[in-house]
């Protein structure tokens, strides 16, 4: 007798994923995996993405803990077998539009989904940070979960939308590229940043030029921009610290701004914007 799925979700490339009972496996790309732990669910993998290296990046990780989780690898050493050796029975990626699952090989990905149901969010530009949000939360409720951040959410969003009215504090988000370059995040093109915007914090805009989601640029340019807190890719990918320090435009941007780690990866939980919008508000206050 055939058995019919008692488990159903239509992901954002419009493929619907099935299964015979509600997934309790799950394997999951490490954003993805952070957001479902907020809700209560406990990945049994994770993978990186291509700007990954062998060890899970803590950055992205948000309060997910590392150490008792399997990491599985990132890009191209995610391999089809050490996904199914973990017996999952759900695998949840994202994607940053046109429906590729963001992190591992296209023909791994490909060839997973015919051994496991696979649910791919939009993470991209196109997407509010609202409409990631309330996308996990979709799909953790079909899970059997839930946020249990709504009320801290909605006090951190009333309480950053006072703090920028009051504050003329400027906001810049940025990734280091080394001694000589710099990545000065565009905030339209960011979940997060548009969130601030739509806020009322003051982001600032990087010059024109190429690049869709950031301006590629030299210190100096971020220097000109004098702004007063300054959001700093945490990510293991941007350049560590010791590679710009001596950079005197860099030690003119440290010595006139607030310093905050930015994860633009974030977890797609109410608690982890709550989190985010109390850091930038704290910092806002402090200008």
């Known amino acids: 007798m055939e058995r019919h799925a008692v488990w159903e979700f239509t992901d954002d490339r419009g493929h619907v994923a099935a299964a015979g009972d509600v997934p309790l496996r799950v394997v999951a790309y490490i954003q993805a995996g952070a957001t479902l732990w907020d809700h209560g669910i406990r990945p049994v993998g994770i993978f990186g993405s291509f700007h990954d290296d062998d060890l899970a ?48 090989d296209p023909d791994v990905a490909k060839h997973l989904e015919e051994h496991v149901p696979v649910v791919v969010v939009d993470v991209g530009q196109g997407r509010s940070l609202t409409a990631v949000r309330e996308r996990f939360a979709e799909l953790t409720r079909s899970l059997g979960a ?11 969003m009333r309480e950053l939308e006072q703090t920028a009215r009051d504050s003329p504090g400027r906001v810049l988000a940025l990734s280091p590229g080394g001694p000589d370059s710099v990545h000065l995040a565009r905030p ?47 990510r ?25 780690p930015w994860n633009p990866e974030l977890p797609a939980s109410e608690s982890a914007h709550a989190r985010f919008f109390d850091q930038v508000s704290s910092a806002l206050r402090d200008t």
């Open 146 to 156: 839930r946020d249990r951040g709504g009320a801290e959410l909605e006090r951190a």
């Open 188 to 234: 339209a093109k960011w979940p997060d940043l548009s969130a601030l915007t739509a806020l009322g914090v003051r982001t600032v805009e990087p010059p024109q030029g190429p690049g869709a989601n950031w301006n590629t640029a030299g210190w100096a340019q971020a220097a000109a921009l004098a702004p007063d807190i300054v959001l700093v890719d945490s």
């Open 57 to 104: 990046d803590p950055a992205k990780a948000g309060t997910l803990p590392l150490d008792e989780v399997v990491y599985l690898g990132a890009g191209h050493s995610v391999g089809l077998e050490a996904v199914l050796a973990a017996e999952p029975d759900l695998v949840v990626a994202v994607t940053y539009g046109g429906g590729q699952v963001y992190g591992v």
């Open 236 to 260: 293991a990918n941007a350049a560590p610290c010791e590679q710009y320090a001596a950079n005197p435009y860099w030690q003119q941007v440290e010595a006139g701004a607030r310093l905050l």
